[in-house]
């Protein structure tokens, strides 16, 4: 059995809307489907029992009964006895409450049936949106229509879903009595030239939340897809980042497990990280161990729990596989490189320049490509004796994607994790049985949004930093003031290993640990 | 029998307000009108029985019982033993119901209760603008996108 349950708010009185609802036989005035209807045997509309014969705009005909009718409640109870559809044993409730806050009028439309389980799909998603959602933005359009005199303003649920709710930016001046925090601000979506540095709000804690003070924030390629809009995370006004360091500062109400003054970090949605304090859920925070510092964390915490899961779960590197792996010399690609060398694989990296090159080779590649000066499909299947790689990690998107599918071996898998230049356009995935290739696309939240999930990637992470599998360099610093700046060098291709940004007052973040290497520049 | 009833809409997932709301002990945190709280003899404020005991900010003192909490209908239902407010018989419902359209919650508080007839009224008044629609107010400026 499939219950579907769909519900709204009307923006008029709730005896208005009942008005159109209870009649039983009415509802070919107002819904989309119904072309017409009529009650059996001449029996009164509101006659518990009575049947109505109605036929879809598409020809098909339907017998619907009255089971309950209450105009206390506000409420109605239908069956379907005959229908073209396999609606097994449909039994449907309509109820209305009034929103007092406001004189609007709640609207839950439910049903149960039996569909057979091929059709189970298919017949929810109609009854869902063919049906009851088609039906309340009739009866909207209907009592509105009849309300021009008296515009209300639009309900707020005519906006848009948004999947998760974004952190709206809490202006400085309408931050009464609230705190400040200085913040990069994209107040459009644009170029680097939006990120504009301003004091903003900062309010108290709300029930549920950490206020942090951070001490180094990561710069990653999806700050830019959020800047561009390219990603739906930020809705301007609002402060990118999705990953920093820093220290615990105050705790709101109903958090428990965490205290004043520790060390944590965090790789996740939702923005904000780009900012001198914030405040956030602690559900995905990490607390940091001693040895590992806070520029290495907010570095490379979202990067290396990112490369663990793709060569542990996306694909399973084994000793022995032939690993490919693009924009080797960036933050990602450094620790893909020296981690799948560890595991056992021969890896292979491409770089832009020659510079590059030597650090990759320095990393522990077995082979590098400078894809701007030869073919790197070619060059991977002289490597391997015409083998192809078993993996490709490209998150170099339309410039690489054909010549990664044609560096591929027979059963190779493209994991496509990116598109730093561009989305990879369509394909016809009936060629790629030619090697019976599989492309994933793994997205990071689906991997990391559950302290189930992402915990013993961060444990994975932080021991391979420990035994020295995958060393960090220092990251390159900006002032966070000059995020465009940074953002213009990750763009460029200019820079090497990871970028963060530094707030300018708090104390200065743990000197760089034992884990951190050569200092590089771009 | 006077009854009250005030309904609105937060603009959040059902569940992110249950969560708020759920906790018998949590008035403090998400209502203007209360100081403190604390749940007698030491029991949990989801045990069915509980009694929370809270001070308002004018300097009132409330103590109520929980007489019913749902997670699978997102409700909770209690009683008043003792207040200032003069009531007797007192029972409230809190209930929240997704708005799938929007994925918001539709919030409802009833009450219904005995008191002195030239009392209903201002008390009607008292506890469905004063009380329960200066919480929703509260939680929905807490849950504003």
């Known amino acids: 059995m499939v219950q579907v349950c769909q519900s709204t708010i009307i923006d008029a009185p709730i005896y208005e809307v009942w008005r159109v609802l209870r009649d039983f036989n009415g509802h070919d005035r107002w819904h989309p489907v119904i072309a017409s209807s009529a009650i059996e045997n001449g029996e009164p509309v509101d006659a518990v029992g009575s049947v109505r014969r109605f036929r879809l705009a598409d020809g098909g005909e339907l017998r619907e009964q009255l089971l309950s009718l209450s105009d206390k409640e506000c409420r109605l109870t239908y069956c379907l006895l005959e229908s073209p559809l396999p609606l097994m044993g449909y039994v449907a409730s309509i109820r209305l409450k009034p929103v007092t806050d ?75 009595g609230a705190d400040r925090t200085r913040a990069i601000v994209v107040a459009k979506h644009g170029g680097p030239e939006v990120l504009e540095f301003r004091e903003i709000g900062l309010p108290e804690p709300a029930y549920g939340e950490v206020r942090i003070r951070h001490t180094v924030i990561g710069v990653n390629f999806i700050d830019v897809y959020c800047r561009t809009g390219y990603f739906d995370l930020l809705s301007p006004p609002g402060v990118p980042g999705m990953e920093a360091a820093g220290v615990i500062e105050a705790i709101g109400p ?19 990280a780009y900012s001198e304090r914030r ?25 290396g729990v990112a490369a663990s899961f793709l060569l542990h779960d996306v694909q399973q590197v084994r000793p022995g596989s032939v690993v490919l792996v693009h924009a080797a010399a960036g933050g990602i690609g450094q620790i893909l490189v020296q981690w799948a060398r560890h595991l056992g694989a021969t890896v292979i990296a491409t770089v832009s320049n020659d510079d590059k090159a030597r650090l990759v ?24 004796g015409g083998r192809g790689a078993d993996v490709v990690y490209d998150a170099v998107g339309n410039d690489t994607f054909a010549g990664s599918l044609a560096a591929l071996g027979v059963r190779g898998h493209l994991v496509s994790f990116g598109q730093a230049s561009g989305p990879v356009g369509n394909w016809d995935i009936g060629r790629f049985s030619s090697k019976s290739i599989t492309v994933s696309r793994p997205n990071y939240g689906h991997f990391t949004d559950t302290q189930d999930k992402l915990v013993p990637h961060v444990h994975r992470f932080f021991s391979a930093l420990r035994q020295g599998i995958v060393r960090i360099d220092t990251p390159r610093r900006y002032p966070l003031a000059r995020a465009a700046d940074a953002h213009r060098d990750l763009e460029s291709r200019r820079s090497i290993g990871s970028l963060v940004l530094v707030p300018a007052s708090p104390p200065a973040p743990n000197a760089a640990s034992s884990l951190g290497s050569v200092a590089t520049t771009g | 029998m006077p009854k009250v009833y005030v309904s609105s809409v937060v603009n959040a997932p059902a569940a992110d307000v249950w969560q708020v709301v759920r906790n018998f002990n949590g008035l403090p945190d998400w209502t203007p009108f209360v100081a403190e709280s604390r749940i007698e003899q030491n029991a949990r404020p989801d045990q069915i029985g509980c009694i929370r005991n809270f001070t308002l900010k004018d300097g009132g003192r409330i103590r109520e019982r929980l007489l019913a909490l749902s997670d699978y209908d997102l409700s909770c239902t209690y009683s008043i033993l003792e207040s ?56 929905k400026k807490r849950f504003a996108r």
């Open chain 1, 279 to 303: 405040n956030m859920s602690p559900e995905l925070l990490v607390r940091l161990p001693e040895d590992i510092s806070d520029e290495i964390s907010a570095g490379a915490l979202l990067k």
């Open chain 2, 84 to 139: 200032p407010m003069g009531v007797e018989n007192y029972i409230a419902k809190l209930a929240l119901t997704p708005i799938t359209d929007g994925n918001a919650t539709f919030c409802e508080w009833e009450a219904e209760f005995d008191c002195a007839p030239e009392r209903e009224a201002a008390l009607i008044q008292q506890i469905g603008s004063g009380v329960f629609q200066a919480a929703f107010t509260s939680l």
């Open chain 1, 361 to 384: 080779e320095r990393l522990g590649a077995h082979h590098v490509i400078v894809y701007t000066s030869e073919n790197f499909s070619d060059a991977v299947m002289e490597i391997t």
């Open chain 1, 102 to 176: 406001g004189n609007r009028t709640f609207w839950e439309w439910r049903s149960e049936f039996h569909p057979p389980a091929s059709r189970r799909e298919e017949l929810v998603r109609l009854v869902t949106e063919g049906i009851y959602r088609a039906g309340f933005a009739a009866v909207r359009k209907l009592l509105s229509a009849g309300q021009r005199q008296t515009p209300v303003a639009a309900s707020v649920m005519d906006a848009p879903a948004v999947a998760r709710p974004m952190p709206k930016l809490v202006e400085a001046v309408s931050a009464d």
């Open chain 1, 254 to 272: 109903g958090v428990s497990g965490f205290s004043v003054g520790e060390r944590v970090a965090y790789g996740c949605p939702p923005v904000g």
